[in-house]
Each structure stands twice: as structure tokens, then as C-alpha cells.
């Protein structure tokens, strides 16, 4: 049997090509100092980032913050502030953290104690009286020693070089005084020292006191008579205060407590009268406390009344059953007792408790509520501004505004 002869397969050669690569040593090893110089890089901007955050923290700490304080301060960007100025009190510090922080006011929180506290009322008194001339080391000097109804008899009095003096009078005083009464043993107001026109002559809100005055020409436009069943013949009121006058006589005497207008609507020449009067009989000296010059009595505006009880006989208008009633209802008509003995130092007017000016019903209820006589309560918080710069943030004046709070 014939066997073909197999020819053995030749194993191909495949010729190496010589690689163009170089060795890889070197290159790992320039991949480790990349490494190593991107994690130094990473590791210092992380230092440069966090050791001055770190480093104030420690500064906040030894100011006396917590760390949960310290990242609220953080949040809401305080730190320059509050390092810089050295900013802490606990006061301070429990306002940040419930987020009730009025940081235009932050160095005032410093100032005052947890129990003192602050309100939107304290930050407008702050700003009016910074728009009356005060600086803000006195500012922070008055709150931190005084109470709210402390501080506000200075919008009404003169302008205090020296706060410490009547600061310490208050001190002094404190056990006497109150929201509801209020004296110091010192003067601090000058009478008719300065006095401004007033321009508002139309509004039944209008302020005349000592510094603020009519005109002698002044003269309302609509004065109106007052019904003889409530009134003395030839007594006038304006319009608007003459048909809230009726509206409360009318329910005074349904309740049994009738009461009349004695006196209303007094002209310019017939106050100069009433006062040259009275300064012949009391003297030159007292006739400013015991009436006012002509110019600066409310019943030229046509919004006073005085009241007298019908079948009631008393020496004092406060201890009449009328005078219980009209502390009662008087404002819910729109009248307030514009003279109340128990602050008659801030008035500078001696006690009238049968005095009654109309305001209108949403600022009598708001001035009642406050326990502010009316001049305080005008120069906080219906006043103009001698200068708008002194002005709060809108917020912070409708939070603090009672009369807003009535209409709501």
C-alpha cells in the first residue's frame, strides 16, 4: 500500500517589530509626584479654607458662643460684625439663635439684659430719638439702665447733654414710678423753649402742646354746635368730634351717668385772654403749668371738651361716677383724657381729669392701651421725621404701630 509522504509544516517566523515605547519606569514614577503634588495642593486649599473658620470659631467661643450659636452666626453672616465689634450678650446670643435678631440694632442687644428684652417699640424709640439728636453711646447708656416708659417722657422733653443725670434721677425714682405714673425730682423740660407751626391742621390727630402751636389765625372750618340737651349753650366742636361727643353723651345718660360739655371751641384772642387771666392770679411763674398761651391750647383745634357731671358734686372729677364711666368708654367714641394727674410731669400741665380730646376711635384705644401720655405717644409713633435717614425698616414700624394692630 503506497503512503504519500506528508512534507512537515515550516513553523512561520513573524519578525518582532521593536517597540517606539520607552520603559514605563519613569513615567509611574512621574505619576506619583503628580499625586503627591495634587494632594499637598488639595490639602493646603483645604487649610487655607478651614483654618480661618477654624480660628474664628475659637475667637466666638471665647466670646462666650456655643458651637450650635456659632453656626447660626455663621449662617446668617455675622462673623465680621460681631468679631470686629467684639459683639456678645446672652440677650445677644438667644436672639441669633431664635432667629429674632434685628441686626441693624446688633450692638443695642449688648446693651440690654434678658429680662429687659426688646421690641419692635424699643427700636422705633431708638431711631426717634437718634432723629432727635441722640448718639449711640447714649442710646445704649438709656437702655441698658432704664425701662421703655422711662426713656419715652424725652421725646417730649428737651434734648439731654448729659443722659447720666437723668438716669440716675430715674434710679432714684423708680420705686414711685410706673407705666401709669410718672415724676423725677429734676426739670428737663423748658416750656415754649422751641415751638414749630403746626401744618397737619385738618387731622384729628394733630399735637399742640408746649412746642407745638396754631397759628393766630386759625380758625376750623366746620365747627359745628353742640346740642344743648349735652352741652352749655354756645359750646362748638368740629364735626367729626361734635358727633362722637353726642354718640357718647347719648349713652352716658342710657346708662344713668349724664354729663354735659362746659367748654369747647376757644378762639385764639379768648385763650390770650384766659391766659393773661390766669397769670395775674397765679403769677407769671406758675401760670405755665396751671393754663397754656394762646396758640398752644387744645380747644382752639375744636377737638376738647371739658365735661361736668349733671347731679354729681365733687371737689375731684375723679372720684364722680361720670369720670369711672368715661375711663371705660371714652375711648371706644374716640376720646382720651388728654391731662391725667399721674403724669402731669410729662404733660406740664397740671392734672384735668374733665379734659377730653377726640383722636378718633382707633389711636383713643391705642393711646389708652399703651399707658403713654398722648404727647409720647404722637412723637413715636405718628410723628414726621426731621431727618428720614433716622427711619426704622418698614417691618419693624408696622410691628411696632398700635394703631395698625386696632384696624387688623
Known sequence: MNRKRVKPHRHLRVPVR????????PRRHLRKSLVIILA??????????????????SKLRTLGYDDETIKKIRSDGLTDKILTNSYYSSYLAKSIDNG???????????????????????????CRLEDKGYEKDQLENLFKNLKFYEITPLLVFDYQWDEQKYIDDCENNK??????SFSLSGTYITPYKLTQ?????????ILVNLSNGLTSDYVPSDLTDVDTQYAVSGIQLRKEAEKAFVSMASSALTASHNFYASSGYRSYADQNTSYTACSAQV????ADTECTRAGHSEHQTALAVNISPTYEKADDFTQTEV???????????????????????????????????YVGKDIAEAVQDSNLTYDE???????????????????IIAEANPVSSKTK
Open 377 to 395: 405717644f404722637y412723637e413715636l409713633y405718628l410723628a414726621g421725621w426731621n431727618d428720614t435717614s433716622f427711619k426704622p425698616a418698614s417691618h
Open 175 to 180: 420705686d414711685t414710678n410706673s407705666d401709669t
Open 283 to 286: 403769677g407769671s411763674d406758675n
Open 197 to 205: 407751626d403746626i401744618d397737619n391742621t385738618d387731622s384729628a390727630d
Open 40 to 57: 499637598a495642593a488639595m490639602a493646603a486649599a483645604f487649610l487655607a479654607f478651614n483654618v480661618p473658620i477654624w480660628m474664628d470659631n
Open 100 to 126: 429674632s435678631l434685628e441686626e441693624d440694632f446688633i450692638s443695642l442687644y449688648t446693651a440690654v439684659s434678658d429680662d429687659r428684652g426688646l421690641t419692635a417699640s424699643d427700636f422705633l424709640l431708638y
Open 323 to 357: 369720670y369711672k364711666w368715661m375711663q371705660d368708654n371714652a375711648a371706644s367714641y374716640g376720646f382720651i383724657e388728654r391731662y391725667p394727674e399721674s403724669k402731669s410731669y410729662i404733660t406740664h400741665m397740671s392734672g384735668e381729669s374733665n379734659h377730653y380730646r
Open 18 to 25: 521593536k517597540s517606539s515605547v520607552q520603559k514605563k519606569g
